[in-house]
């Protein structure tokens, strides 16, 4: 059996002189044995069960009690930290969409696509590979013929059916060694096929407003075509009738891949 402890005797010895269940006289002398086999009889003169019970319970009251005394200090932290108050709970919610809202006010609004960036962007991506960004061509060391200084309106003095149609199906859908463009042009008509190298149609890649857009780049901006307002604002009408306009913020650049 294993030892107990003297102060564990002490203790439970005090016990019993605090319910009245043994004469303090040091002695030891139980009035209720230790074994707690005890009957009603032997503790007649002592307190009721009734007592016993509720000095039980006192005590019970009184360790709960000092168990909250000692709680650890984590615990009183949280109890006694300040909390977040209930009205910080719709801040919270709508500080997203605020910021949202106040990075999209901030950003500047996308440039307007018009037939002229879009025509530029579209040249860069289909077509300055094999005519050069100035439109130079072979002049410059590109497959493609010169787009640049006037010659593109040589061939094409009109911006019509004729450039839209060799621009839609290129050198094979004219026809290899057919004319194409002005047939009375300085230097005589071109003739497909006739450079070596044939241009490839985009009708399958771009967009009808596409293909106008960028037949309007390489006539206005590489080969500087002099127009009035007026015939400005007529292709301006041209192209938007053709759907140009709708995209936003500067996609025209990927159209056909
Ligand atoms: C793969 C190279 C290549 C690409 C890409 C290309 N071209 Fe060409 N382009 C040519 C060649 C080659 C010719 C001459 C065709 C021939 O000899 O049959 C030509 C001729 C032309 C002509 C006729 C010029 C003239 O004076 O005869 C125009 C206009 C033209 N290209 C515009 C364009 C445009 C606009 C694009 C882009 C949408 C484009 N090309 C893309 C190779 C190309």
């Not at 190298?197 to 590489?222: H, Q």
């Amino acid at each position: 059996m294993t030892e107990v402890p003297e102060y564990l005797f002490e203790r439970s010895r005090q016990r019993r002189i605090a319910l009245g269940l043994l004469e303090d006289d040091g002695s030891g002398a139980a009035v209720a044995s230790d074994s707690g086999d005890s009957d009603g009889g032997q503790i007649s003169s002592g307190p009721s069960s009734a007592d016993v019970i509720a000095a039980a319970k006192a005590d019970a009251k009184l360790e709960q009690v000092t168990d909250i005394d000692i709680e650890p200090q984590w615990v009183t932290a949280a109890r006694t930290r300040t909390k977040i108050p209930m009205w910080v709970l719709p801040i919270m919610f709508f500080l997203p969409l605020w910021g949202f809202v106040y990075v999209k006010m901030t950003e500047p609004p996308p440039e307007p696509v018009t037939a002229m960036t879009e025509g530029a962007a579209t040249y860069a991506a289909q077509c300055a590979s094999c005519h050069g960004g100035d439109g130079a061509g072979s002049e410059g060391g590109g497959v493609g013929r010169p787009l640049y200084n006037g010659e593109v309106l040589l061939t094409f003095p009109k911006l019509d059916a004729d450039m839209i149609l060799w621009l839609t199906v290129g050198s094979e859908g004219i026809g290899i060694g057919n004319p194409y463009g002005a047939t009375d042009r300085p230097g005589g008509a071109h003739i497909s096929g006739e450079t070596g190298a044939n241009m490839p149609g985009f009708g399958g890649t771009l967009s009808e407003y596409k293909i106008y857009s960028v037949a309007r780049y390489i006539r206005e901006v590489l080969s500087a075509e002099s127009l009035s307002d007026e015939e400005i604002a007529v292709r301006d009408a041209e192209w938007e009738e053709l759907g140009g306009g709708k995209d936003v913020g500067g996609h025209g650049g990927h159209g056909g891949h």
